[in-house]
């Protein structure tokens, strides 16, 4: 079981309290709807675990920023692997796209 993380060490891993608390939120509502915890812990409350999988790196906090250039890297690597497949003749292709 990690430790349980104070909201300063908590701000180290995001831009400020807002993001961590919207992310802590969201991370605590799919942990309660039966996702699995990303950390080894005994704790049972949600938000508990959600702090602990922020606190050893398990979740990243994206600014808009990041998060938009995570999601055209993406998409452009996406698309790169749909063209190196069509050229071989894979009929993985289709499979890349509609994953």
């Known amino acids: ?30 942990i309660f709807a039966g996702s699995q915890p990303l950390v080894d812990t005994d704790d049972t409350a949600p938000v508990t675990i959600a702090a602990d999988e922020i606190m050893a790196d398990a979740l990243k906090i994206y600014n808009e920023d990041e998060w938009d250039q995570r999601r055209k890297d993406y998409e452009t690597n996406i698309k790169l692997i749909s063209r190196t497949s069509a050229i071989m003749g894979s009929d993985n292709a289709t499979d890349i796209q509609n994953a």
């Open 1 to 30: 079981m990690l430790f349980k993380p104070t909201v300063p060490q908590l701000l180290t891993k995001g831009e400020n309290r807002y993001r961590l608390v919207i992310a802590s939120a969201k991370r605590a509502r799919q």
